[in-house]
């Protein structure tokens, strides 16, 4: 085990991505279940935020996508496994 430390923006990441599930599942949306008012999007305050943290949270995603969040590099790929000789790429 080689002791890695994570990067910033994995930290960020993975910040993110636990507060965006921690506000989905947020209860407090349920105060206001029978109430028209606010509006958010022009839909009512817990489809609006809904809406919101979903749109929000495919931003973060596709985020760690572009940068390539979780992947290791060529020169960190382990020499042990079936895939030795290819180093990890699928390519001989």
């Known amino acids: 085990m080689t002791g890695r430390r994570p990067t910033r ?17 947020f209860p407090g949306v349920l105060f ?3 109430m028209a008012e606010p509006r958010i999007l022009g839909l009512p305050f817990i489809y609006g935020f809904t809406v919101v943290i979903w749109f929000l949270m495919c931003v973060v995603l596709y985020v760690g996508h572009r940068t ?3 992947r290791r590099g060529p020169d960190e790929v382990d020499d042990v496994g079936p895939d030795a000789t290819t180093n990890g790429r699928g390519r001989s």
């Open 68 to 70: 390539r969040w979780g």
């Open 9 to 25: 923006t994995a930290v960020t990441l993975w910040t993110c991505i636990v507060a965006g599930f921690a506000l989905m599942e």
């Open 32 to 34: 206001f279940h029978d």
